[in-house]
């Protein structure tokens, strides 16, 4: 796919890594025309450079910048900051796990885009791992939320590098930003973000419900939880489903609405 201009300055383009995890792919965003910063440069993959390229184009790029370490989302991260000459920018969590240096960034942190006003914040968000950040782009009010919110379905939270506990909090901080758009990690941009937030949110605490539910029904392992509270689900998701199920029973023990002990042998 060639890059796309999303307006504002903000161009994508999509990596050739497509699954059920995935989507359509992992999604490079370039914020400015003239002094850049590159979010996500994406899996190692033939092409990915040539689609980084086209994405670039003429702009200095000053900063790589990782929302996390997962590979799908930063394999490229130091071929991409030696081609553009760039340097890496990222939590210190996520530039310990591919150890790398880089500029280490911190939530209320700012990074210049271009000869402008436009400043992109940088936003604590674990959850969906430990090590997640959000980027939050003003005055426009965008939100380059990497894997915290997706395009499409839900975002995958697997206990115990990502909490719900900590994912919960995540999306609080979020809607309280009020963002105008949401630009995720992967599928297509989301409009509606307030709502979507909030969906998210209520989503999580439904599906707590669920778990509850299936339990009392008789449900005696993740596995048998799984059949009660998802009717169906795309060959290949149900490890992925079971991770969210493991990290909901933490949260809802650490709540106190569920014996550890339960918890342990639903996990064996």
Same mark, same amino acid.
């Given at each position: 796919? +060639?890059?796309?201009?999303?307006?504002?300055?903000?161009?994508?383009?999509?990596?050739?890594n497509?699954?059920?995890?995935?989507?359509?792919?992992?999604?490079? /965003?370039?914020?400015? +025309?003239?002094?850049?910063?590159?979010?996500?440069? *994406?899996?190692d993959?033939?092409?990915?450079?040539?689609?980084?390229?086209?994405?670039?184009?003429? &702009?200095?790029? %000053?900063?790589?910048?990782?929302?996390?370490?997962?590979?799908?989302?930063? *394999?490229?991260?130091?071929v991409? #900051?030696?081609?553009?000459?760039?340097?890496?920018?990222?939590?210190?969590?996520?530039?310990?796990?591919?150890?790398?240096d880089?500029? @280490?960034?911190?939530?209320?942190?700012?990074? %210049?885009?271009? $000869?402008s006003s436009?400043?992109?914040?940088v @936003?604590e968000?674990?959850?969906?791992?430990?090590?997640?950040?959000?980027?939050y782009?003003?005055?426009?009010?965008? !939100?380059?939320?990497?894997d915290?919110?997706?395009?499409?379905?839900?975002?995958? @939270?697997?206990?115990?590098?990502?909490?719900?506990?900590? /994912?919960?909090?995540?999306?609080? +901080?979020?809607?309280?930003?009020?963002? +105008?758009?949401? !630009?995720?990690?992967?599928?297509?941009?989301?409009? $509606?973000a307030?709502?979507?937030? %909030?969906?998210?949110?209520?989503?999580?605490?439904?599906?707590e419900?669920?778990?509850? &539910?299936?339990?009392?029904?008789?449900?005696?392992?993740?596995? &048998?939880?799984?059949?009660?509270?998802?009717e169906?689900?795309?060959?290949?998701? %149900?490890?992925?489903?079971?991770?969210?199920?493991r990290a909901?029973?933490?949260?809802?023990?650490?709540r106190?609405?569920?014996?550890?002990?339960?918890?342990? #042998? !639903?996990?064996?």
């Amino acid at each position: 796919m +060639k890059a796309r201009e999303l307006g504002g300055g903000v161009g994508v383009v999509v990596a050739g890594n497509p699954g059920p995890l995935t989507l359509d792919g992992t999604r490079s /965003y370039r914020i400015g +025309k003239h002094r850049a910063l590159l979010i996500d440069p *994406g899996p190692d993959l033939p092409g990915q450079m040539e689609r980084l390229a086209g994405l670039v184009g003429d &702009a200095t790029v %000053e900063h790589v910048c990782l929302t996390h370490a997962h590979a799908d989302h930063a *394999g490229l991260a130091q071929v991409a #900051s030696n081609a553009f000459g760039a340097r890496l920018a990222a939590s210190e969590e996520t530039l310990a796990r591919l150890d790398l240096d880089g500029r @280490v960034l911190q939530g209320g942190d700012r990074l %210049e885009v271009d $000869e402008s006003s436009s400043q992109l914040h940088v @936003v604590e968000t674990p959850g969906h791992s430990a090590d997640s950040l959000s980027f939050y782009l003003r005055p426009a009010q965008w !939100l380059f939320a990497g894997d915290t919110v997706l395009g499409a379905g839900s975002s995958l @939270v697997v206990h115990p590098d990502g909490r719900m506990s900590s /994912y919960l909090v995540s999306l609080a +901080k979020l809607i309280a930003l009020r963002p +105008k758009r949401i !630009l995720p990690g992967h599928g297509e941009p989301i409009s $509606e973000a307030e709502r979507v937030l %909030e969906e998210y949110r209520r989503h999580r605490l439904d599906r707590e419900g669920q778990i509850l &539910a299936a339990i009392d029904a008789g449900a005696m392992s993740i596995g &048998a939880i799984r059949l009660q509270v998802y009717e169906t689900l795309p060959p290949g998701l %149900e490890p992925a489903a079971e991770a969210s199920i493991r990290a909901h029973l933490v949260h809802l023990a650490e709540r106190g609405r569920l014996d550890e002990e339960i918890v342990a #042998s !639903l996990s064996a």
